[in-house]
């Protein structure tokens, strides 16, 4: 039987439902339970204050809601004014400033009801779009940041654009219901791609160019790995079912890295994309929805019979996957020169918050910076972001700006900071069991001591720290990963690697702080002791069997070692 959501889109007259009556309603801070599962199609969650929920229980009050907002920004690229625009929204309607999402793009938290509207209208102002940047639908599209190796990557980057275009739901609602546009009357209405039912969850594309794996491709529902050969960009392995989100207690739910199925030409992705969606809206599981996922799909039907069906819908077979080698998939800091002669910086951005603290006035940087930078702001999917297409004469005033302000911290920081991601997690997610964002900055010195203890301050180790299972931050890619099980408990988590080709496994289960860092302690203490030269925390620990070698995956079949 389909589950209850199912009904709720095939009844939403194409994602209005009722959010128009709720959003008018004065009498509370909050829409209905059904319109909330529609409002994530538009790009929208409505959460409230975990902080002060039971206070304002027992002061018989509603719960302090309010609702952040996404935007769609394929690639996480954006010219100044828009920084500037987006910057404004934060100051003019949001409570914590802005975040940087693992998916390139923006987060606005603390957004009250009577603000979501025109929050939405100064986004589209800035040619910029909340559009399915959350729900039943592929998500915002993310691309290798990377501006450096090639002309090619630009128009890797252009591909990404595209498919983000093609791949929108095309429902007038979102029009209607936050940019008065004109409303339909006695015109049929269709979604040609989705349906009246849209997918049976999320869905995922990123692009990635080797060397890099910036963007985890095989984190992805659909994973591209862009093949350049003699700076020409001849086309994509596919690579498809990879997906982070679990449940705690349910074997039935796991983390998946996608498997390669072949390689298509440039001119095939468009069709390519429709394709595998088209596939995975048919064959989904519409009745539960904790496996309705296309790693379920997969593994149910069979990786096969699906990439059969998806050729057959295509009307070409795949052709034979290309080598390919990836080398890291962390961000690389400071300045780097392009092939065009521009110049681009990567700044490090905590847990992906920027905002105005004691001697580290973010927020204001970024905007004195916007006002004069005249390239472009890259977001990463590593929560950083990049100043690019800087002239040459330009980089003395960007650094002095970078310092004034406080933004130069990767200078300093430690290997195993420069490569931490945290998600959001308390006070403002519902599902989230434990903190993330908030604890990453009380764990990191303690992590940080151990570690130089033992010789490894300046050794890369990637560490994730998720609030649930559900995976925002892809903290089965860490080689140190902490996965919330309650107040001050996670699962620890070890063994990926740094190149997002592998998963790590519980190593202890359900533990607090001091028992994470007695675990960790003398396994440093091992890694520090006899690692081979250039090997990863995470590869050190399966060499030396600590941890039980992992199930192959068809990841490895054409990836040059």
Known sequence: MPSHLEHIKSASRFLRGGIAEGLADPLTGAISD???????????YQQDDRDIRDERRRQKL??????????????????????????????????????????QTFQWHGIIKRNLKASIAAIDAAMASTIAACGDVNRNVVCNTNPVESAAHELAYAWAVRLSEHLKPKTRAYHELWLD?????????HEPLYGPTYLPRKFKIGLAIPPLNDVDVFAQDLG?????????????????????????GDPTTYPRLADVIGFVPPERLLALAEAVISVQRDWGDRDERKHARLKYTLDRRGLDAFKAEVERRLGATFEPAREFRFEHNGDRYGW??????????????????????????????????AGVHTGDIRLTCNQNLIIANVEAGDRGLIDAIVARHGLDGYRKHSAIRQHAIACVALPTCGLAMAESERYLPQLLPKLEAVLDRHG???????????????????????????????????????????????????????????????????????????????EGFGDFLLRQAILAPPPSRRITATVLT
Not at 339 to 362: K, M, N, Y
Not at 465 to 486: F, H, I, K, T
């Open 34 to 44: 059904d319109d909330t599962k529609l409002l994530k199609f538009h790009g929208s």
């Open 62 to 103: 509603e719960p302090a809601y309010a609702f952040m907002l996404r935007a769609r920004l394929p690639g996480g690229v954006m010219t100044p004014a828009q920084w500037l625009a987006f910057d404004a929204l934060a100051s003019d309607y949001a409570s914590s400033g802005l975040r940087i999402t693992t998916r």
């Open 181 to 189: 546009g004109e409303k339909l009357v006695g015109e049929p209405e």
């Open 224 to 248: 591209l790995v862009a093949i350049v050969r003699g700076g020409e960009l001849t086309g994509f392995n596919v690579a498809i079912g990879g997906g982070m989100g679990a449940s705690h």
């Open 336 to 369: 780097i020169q392009g092939h065009a002669g521009r110049w681009h910086l990567t700044l490090q951005v905590e847990s992906g918050r920027l905002l105005d603290r004691p001697g580290q006035t973010w927020l204001s940087g970024m905007r004195e910076l």
């Open 456 to 534: 490894l301050i300046d050794t890369p180790i990637l560490l994730r720290l998720s609030g649930c299972p559900n995976g925002c931050s892809r903290p089965y890619l860490g080689e140190v990963a902490l996965v919330g099980r309650g107040p001050g408990r996670y699962d620890l988590r070890l063994g990926a690697d740094l190149r997002g080709q592998r998963l790590n496994q519980v190593y202890r289960e359900n533990v607090d702080e001091a028992a994470i860092l007695e675990a960790l302690d003398p396994l440093f203490a091992r890694y520090a002791a006899e690692r081979d030269a250039g």
